[in-house]
């Protein structure tokens, strides 16, 4: 009786091993069945969106970029605009669904695996469909975004024959409006530049003079900030007093650095008109303010306001800074090693004393603004 039981529980242990074997092994076929379909979607997949890409970049970007696009946004013929971060919604959406259909069928075969579920062929079956289901997406993915640029590409053309004195007239006008930006950030690239090959032709002697700038600005910050500290203390309960003189402390600051830097450029013999230069720059600001939201062109504006001011306008903005453009030029070729250690040691010390006086300058204007200020405030609240 011992014996034939041991016997039986030997049979089944060999039933139970054979049965564990035959399982593992159709788990892994189920594993290799489902890596190949999700590399042959992932591969589809990627293909058709660097079709797609390859399409919108040859094709409808340099349309997108081109002043008669803009025109025709302006003129609202194209009310819906289609730029890269369509596809790119569109493609994440798509690529989000196949990964979460793989996470799906990757756990059903895990159960599988433990025992959970036993159905082989239904799990097999539905992996089987998990190419077939997505290769249709893929491609209506694709069809959408090519007769998305088709449908614009012609809209473009149909329009433009068919306006092209209305395009031309607001074209040239953000072209202008362009040209001035254009002209305006050229120009600081190229003050950027002279700049760097200035502290690089000159770079110990430039070093000492920006160390002098560097001491007397943080020694002006020191003070404004100290006599910040002191005031908003002492009549801590006057609303806004502290916004106010750190925001005057800024402006304090950023003026004696553009004073201290002027001396510096001086020193090299370079005559910046800093004056025209703020000019410049304040234009380009209301130019922008007027005819731009953020960086998107204000198309109302440019349809209603646009006039023979506004060109008179860029065409001073032009030609202030051809003028900046010239001083640029003639600066740097005139600039040399010519100073002695001497001179440099004499005029580093001219510096320093001149910026002293300015330094006493700027903390008396700023002792003024908070008795104003405080003033100003005590009237405003003192019902309060």
């Given at each position: 009786?011992?014996?034939?039981?041991?016997?039986?529980?030997?049979?089944?242990?060999?039933?139970?091993?054979a049965f564990v074997i035959a399982d593992t092994d159709s788990a892994e076929s189920l594993y290799t069945l489902l890596n190949s379909q999700r590399t042959s979607v992932i591969n589809n997949?990627?293909?058709?969106?660097?079709?797609?890409?390859?399409?919108?970049?040859?094709?409808?970007?340099?349309?997108?970029?081109?002043?008669?696009?803009?025109?025709?946004?302006?003129?609202?013929?194209?009310?819906?605009?289609?730029?890269?971060?369509?596809?790119?919604?569109?493609?994440?959406?798509?690529?989000?669904?196949?990964?979460?259909?793989?996470?799906?069928?990757?756990?059903?075969?895990?159960?599988?695996?433990?025992?959970?579920?036993?159905?082989?062929?239904?799990?097999?079956?539905?992996?089987?469909?998990?190419?077939?289901?997505?290769?249709?997406?893929?491609s209506q993915f694709q069809t959408k975004q090519l007769m998305a640029i088709s449908g614009l590409i012609q809209t473009v053309s149909d329009y433009t024959s068919q306006n092209t004195e209305?395009?031309?007239?607001?074209?040239?006008?953000?072209?202008?409006?362009?040209?001035?930006?254009?002209?305006?950030?050229?120009?600081?690239?190229?003050?950027?530049?002279?700049?760097?090959?200035?502290?690089?032709?000159?770079?110990?002697?430039?070093?000492?003079?920006?160390?002098?700038?560097?001491?007397?600005?943080?020694?002006?910050?020191?003070?404004?900030?100290?006599?910040?500290?002191?005031?908003?203390?002492?009549?801590?309960?006057?609303?806004?007093?502290?916004?106010?003189?750190?925001?005057?402390?800024?402006?304090?600051?950023?003026?004696?650095?553009?004073?201290?830097?002027?001396?510096?450029?001086?020193?090299?013999?370079?005559?910046?008109?800093?004056?025209?230069?703020?000019?410049?720059?304040?234009?380009?600001?209301?130019?922008?303010?007027?005819?731009?939201?953020?960086?998107?062109?204000?198309?109302?504006?440019?349809?209603?306001?646009?006039?023979?001011?506004?060109?008179?306008?860029?065409?001073?903005?032009?030609?202030?800074?051809?003028?900046?453009?010239?001083?640029?030029?003639?600066?740097?070729?005139?600039?040399?090693?010519?100073?002695?250690?001497?001179?440099?040691?004499?005029?580093?010390?001219?510096?320093?004393?001149?910026?002293?006086?300015?330094?006493?300058?700027?903390?008396?204007?700023?002792?003024?603004?908070?008795?104003?200020?405080?003033l100003e405030l005590y009237n405003k609240y003192i019902n309060i």
């Amino acid at each position: 009786m011992q014996k034939t039981k041991f016997f039986s529980l030997i049979l089944f242990s060999s039933f139970l091993f054979a049965f564990v074997i035959a399982d593992t092994d159709s788990a892994e076929s189920l594993y290799t069945l489902l890596n190949s379909q999700r590399t042959s979607v992932i591969n589809n997949f990627n293909q058709t969106s660097d079709q797609v890409y390859d399409k919108y970049n040859k094709i409808w970007k340099p349309v997108v970029e081109t002043v008669v696009y803009k025109s025709l946004v302006c003129l609202g013929a194209i009310t819906q605009p289609f730029y890269k971060i369509d596809i790119d919604i569109d493609r994440d959406i798509l690529r989000k669904n196949i990964l979460e259909e793989y996470i799906l069928l990757d756990g059903r075969v895990k159960r599988y695996e433990l025992w959970l579920v036993s159905d082989f062929t239904w799990l097999q079956s539905d992996i089987l469909a998990f190419s077939g289901k997505y290769t249709p997406q893929i491609s209506q993915f694709q069809t959408k975004q090519l007769m998305a640029i088709s449908g614009l590409i012609q809209t473009v053309s149909d329009y433009t024959s068919q306006n092209t004195e209305l395009i031309s007239d607001i074209s040239l006008k953000i072209v202008n409006i362009q040209s001035a930006l254009d002209a305006y950030q050229s120009l600081n690239n190229d003050i950027n530049t002279f700049q760097d090959w200035l502290s690089s032709s000159q770079k110990e002697f430039y070093n000492k003079l920006q160390n002098t700038k560097s001491v007397s600005s943080n020694i002006l910050n020191s003070n404004l900030q100290y006599l910040t500290d002191q005031f908003v203390k002492r009549y801590k309960k006057l609303p806004w007093l502290e916004s106010y003189l750190l925001s005057q402390k800024d402006l304090s600051l950023n003026i004696f650095n553009d004073y201290a830097q002027s001396q510096i450029n001086q020193i090299f013999g370079v005559n910046y008109n800093q004056q025209k230069y703020s000019q410049v720059s304040e234009a380009i600001q209301q130019l922008k303010s007027q005819f731009y939201n953020w960086d998107n062109l204000n198309c109302t504006q440019i349809l209603a306001n646009y006039g023979d001011t506004t060109d008179r306008k860029i065409n001073n903005i032009l030609s202030d800074i051809s003028m900046i453009n010239s001083w640029l030029s003639l600066s740097q070729a005139s600039i040399s090693t010519w100073l002695s250690i001497s001179a440099q040691n004499s005029a580093i010390s001219a510096m320093s004393s001149m910026y002293i006086q300015h330094l006493n300058w700027s903390l008396q204007d700023f002792r003024d603004f908070i008795y104003q200020k405080l003033l100003e405030l005590y009237n405003k609240y003192i019902n309060i």
